[in-house]
T-cell receptor, first 114, second 117 residues
Framework: KQEVTQIPAALSVPEGENLVLNCSFTDSAIYNLQWFRQDPGKGLTSLLLIQSSQREQTSGRLNASLDKSSGRSTLYIAASQPGDSATYLCAVRRRMGTGNQFYFGTGTSLTVIP | NAGVMQNPRHLVRRRGQEARLRCSPMKGHSHVYWYRQLPEEGLKFMVYLQKENIIDESGMPKERFSAEFPKEGPSILRIQQVVRGDSAAYFC???????????????FGQGTRLTVV
């Protein structure tokens, strides 16, 4: 059974710092991995999608890496801003089957202090 | 992800009442997935539906919960005789075709927050 873990559970940094969020998963037979952002009381906003054959994806100040063999992904946020404060979720998509597609971590709650 | 519409956004029910949550998938999407997010927990899969078919309901509680996705209209997640433990955020996602889902980003709705008092 796929289990997804995110550490740290919470992170507080001063504005301008670069930071790394971690995601690990137990079953490397994934199709892709997706990072989401969730603001309090809101839905999920997709940030980056990495296919299993890729090593990294970049969008603006965000860079996500994937090491499928070791079951790890990182989300790097450069020059953090207060507007980045949110919960960040990673989700892995399993490779086979017709049922559940996504396994989510419990998230990292990020606070960027002005 | 604004294309997946869920309503209501917030729903308050007393214990023992019924809750109906609706999800309208993105245009052209015929597959819907429901997830539940309990306080301080991650999103957990509940059910996967195709038009007029339940493909996988392995994540649904055995009692009181049911889901449907009729030929016309939104997908409905129904919770009968709600209890306090049902209080959570319920999210749905949609996709076009099973195969295409694999190559695309997941599109989630904004969720329905159910509070049982």
């Amino acid at each position: 059974k796929q289990e997804v873990t995110q550490i740290p559970a919470a992170l507080s940094v001063p504005e301008g710092e670069n930071l790394v969020l971690n995601c690990s998963f137990t079953d490397s037979a994934i199709y892709n991995l997706q990072w989401f952002r969730q603001d309090p009381g809101k839905g999920l906003t997709s940030l980056l999608l990495i296919q299993s054959s890729q090593r990294e994806q970049t969008s603006g100040r965000l860079n996500a890496s994937l090491d499928k063999s070791s079951g790890r992904s990182t989300l790097y946020i450069a020059a953090s801003q207060p507007g980045d404060s949110a919960t960040y979720l990673c989700a892995v998509r399993r490779r086979m089957g017709t049922g559940n597609q996504f396994y989510f971590g419990t998230g990292t709650s990020l606070t960027v202090i002005p | 992800n604004a294309g997946v519409m869920q309503n209501p956004r917030h729903l308050v029910r007393r214990r023992g009442q019924e809750a109906r949550l609706r999800c309208s998938p993105m245009k052209g999407h015929s597959h819907v997935y429901w997830y539940r997010q309990l306080p301080e927990e991650g999103l957990k899969f509940m059910v996967y539906l195709q038009k007029e078919n339940i493909i996988d309901e392995s994540g649904m509680p055995k009692e009181r919960f049911s889901a449907e996705f009729p030929k016309e209209g939104p997908s409905i997640l129904r919770i009968q005789q709600v209890v306090r433990g049902d209080s959570a955020a319920y999210f749905c996602a949609s996709s076009r075709l099973r195969g295409q889902l694999m190559n695309t980003e997941a599109f989630f709705g904004q969720g329905t927050r159910l509070t049982v008092v």
